[in-house]
């Protein structure tokens, strides 16, 4: 049974820093895409950033701010979020693409941005 499990979120103020981490494990099937995803109150979730074969992809509103980087021996993925904003808050979710299309995510974690 294939586990997503993050960790690091948390209150933080504006113009700080945060690191996510996620670790899949599990998985008999390689795990090609990694990547976390947010909700914000009322809004649909959407992709914050995402790695794949060692290209990486960015919302817009997070480009220059946040980082993500993986350690493909540890099947874990990490967020760096550097100078965060208010509208950076919300419920954070890790995700898992094998190379048959599997998705997997983990349960969230909450990072509230204090102005």
């Known amino acids: 049974q294939v586990q997503v499990v993050e960790s690091g979120g948390g209150l933080v103020q504006a113009g700080g820093s945060l690191r996510l981490s996620c670790v899949v494990s599990?998985?008999?099937?390689?795990?090609?895409?990694m990547g976390w995803y947010r909700q914000a109150p009322g809004k649909q979730r959407e992709l914050v950033a995402a790695?794949?074969?060692?290209?990486?992809n960015y919302a817009d509103s997070v480009k220059g701010r946040f980082t993500i980087s993986r350690d493909n021996a540890k099947n874990q993925v990490l967020l760096q979020m550097n100078s965060v904003k208010p509208e950076d808050t919300g419920v954070y979710y890790c995700?898992?693409?094998?190379?048959?299309?599997?998705?997997?995510w983990g349960q969230g974690t909450q990072v509230t941005v204090s102005s």
């Open positions: 995700n898992a693409k094998n190379r048959v299309g599997a998705n997997y």
């Open positions: 599990g998985s008999w099937l390689v795990i090609n895409v």
């Open positions: 790695t794949s074969g060692g290209s990486t």
